[in-house]
């Protein structure tokens, strides 16, 4: 009986210790391959960080120049229509609120507005497509051009001091923002408030890194590589955690990026992308020479894509540990079938979901379009449109292809890292490393299971030949039937 526990013993200590040894060589191999790639990022940035100089750059608005001109906020207390040439005329045939007034017979909104600052109550012209779209209602914040200083150069023609510029969205943006973040830590607790620190990491290098080094002219496909790099790293590693599953989300991560760049570096050059009939576009032309648009497009259509694809990978990681927990003796091929049957559902809804928000995002083109009759390949190909139409192509191709590549990696990592259930010479044994690694739920799927499978094992030795049968066996009972006894083998 000592030689057999013995033998069970040595018999079990052999496959830890090949466990422990596979475990750390696919650790080994996932920090041979991310750790160079992590170095080589962050030297990148440091190579190409811009200087955050703004010489040469120049602004065509003429008021952001005027010295004396000033943007206030205010409240406003009552909205009045009247005629516009209570504000003068600028020559042309139009008033400085750029409605037609040659009739004599237009009509204005102005806003009396009390000044945040204190002071006097101002009279605010509203702009006519914000009067008629969506107008102003009394109690509003409004920010607005405070051009008194400068009405000396203005004198004679009878141009408005204070011109509305927009609304001031501070308080709901606010609330709302602090409601998403209630929920979020509410719901993902510990790792959703992780999440939302990361989420302000990510955007300190988007207006640290790539924006300003788009103004001064950087590469854009390395800029929105690096920086998309150094985002995911910081992201999902913060929120996630370190450990095998995150790592092979990152390596999914990058590969769909990788594709989803060389791509839109191919669309953005064959498509002839310019950012023509942009307003933002040719305010950024005039501003500086060392933007390019075509840049900024190239450099858009790769980080637009990102939060979907980091959503995929990691959800794929996920989703081949899940599996394998739950059925640990599962081979390889039969997991990575079963998390494609996932990962195909993911694909589909994904790309609805890409599609939907370009689309939102476009309705006023939509609109346009639809309204001017144009045919649909002809409109799908147009300026005002191609962008958004080539962003969701080259989105989709790279978060599809990053689905069986994440789950290839999954399996791989998950055979050599995954929870090893070993049977002791006394029972099934689940070491602590195990509980901790994947879960008290599939821990106790191992015990139930290892000792279903030693009942099913001590059963097939009774029953083998030279061994005694089990009592009730249909083995016994035909021993029984032989000495016409009772079925009683013993």
């Known amino acids: 009986m000592g030689h057999g526990h013995s033998h069970g013993h040595s018999e079990n200590s052999e496959p830890t210790a090949q466990a422990l040894a596979s475990r750390k060589r696919a650790n080994w191999i996932l920090a041979a391959i991310l750790v160079p790639v992590g170095v080589l990022t962050l030297v990148a ?46 020559g042309t045939g139009q008033n400085s609120t750029g409605q037609n007034s040659q009739s004599g017979g237009s009509q204005c909104t102005f806003a009396f507005t009390e000044p945040d600052k204190g002071g006097d109550v101002v009279k605010v012209v509203i702009n006519p497509d914000v009067a008629m779209s969506h107008g102003v209602d009394v109690g509003d914040s409004i920010r607005y051009l405070n051009l008194s200083a400068v009405q000396g150069t203005n004198a004679g023609s009878g141009a408005p001091a204070y011109v509305f510029v927009d609304f001031v969205r501070s308080i709901p943006i606010a609330l709302l923002a602090v409601l998403y973040a209630a929920v979020v830590i509410a719901v993902a607790r510990w790792r959703g408030f992780r999440a939302l620190l990361g989420l302000v990491g990510a955007y300190f290098v988007l ?49 769909g990026l990788s594709i989803t760049a060389l791509l839109a570096a191919w669309a953005t050059d064959a498509a002839n992308l310019a950012g023509v009939g942009n307003h933002d576009a040719s305010t950024l032309v005039n501003m500086s020479p060392q933007i390019s648009i075509s840049g900024i497009i190239l450099c858009g259509l790769i980080i637009s894509g990102l939060g979907v694809l980091n959503d995929v990978t990691i959800t794929q990681s996920s989703a081949v540990w899940e599996l394998y927990e739950l059925a640990p003796h599962t081979s390889a091929r039969k997991l990575f079938s ?30 346009i379009v639809m309204l001017y009759d144009r045919p649909l390949a002809e409109a799908l190909t147009s300026a005002e449109l191609s962008e958004e139409v080539i962003r969701t192509l080259v989105g989709s191709i790279g978060l599809v292809l990053a689905i ?54 001590a059963g097939a030795r009774l029953d083998a030949p030279g061994s005694p049968a089990r009592p009730g066996s249909r083995r016994a009972q035909r021993e029984a039937e032989r000495r016409g006894g009772t079925g009683d083998a013993t």
């Open 45 to 90: 940035m440091m190579v190409m960080w811009p200087s955050g100089s703004r010489e040469g750059i120049t602004f065509s608005s003429p008021y952001q120049a005027a010295p004396g001109v000033t943007f206030d906020t205010g409240r406003i207390q009552s909205v009045v229509v009247e005629n516009c040439t209570q504000t003068g005329q600028n």
């Open 207 to 255: 207006v640290s890194f790539i924006l300003p080094g788009l103004v001064e002219g950087k590469p854009p496909l390395l800029l929105a590589l690096v920086g998309s790099t150094v985002i995911m790293i910081g992201v999902l590693y913060f929120a996630h955690g370190f450990s095998a599953r995150t790592s092979t989300a990152l390596l999914g991560t990058i590969f």
């Open 338 to 367: 079963s998390a494609m049957r996932i990962g195909r559902d993911h694909i589909a809804s994904t790309v609805y979901t890409i599609a939907f928000a370009y689309a939102g995002a476009a309705l006023p083109i939509l609109i």
């Open 404 to 457: 069986p590549v994440t789950t290839l990696i999954a399996v791989l990592v998950v055979k050599a890292t995954g929870m090893k259930r070993l049977a002791a010479a006394g029972g099934p044994t689940v070491t602590a490393d195990e509980l901790k690694d994947t879960g008290s739920l599939a821990a106790a799927a191992a015990v139930v299971g290892s000792g279903m499978q030693d009942e099913h094992d």
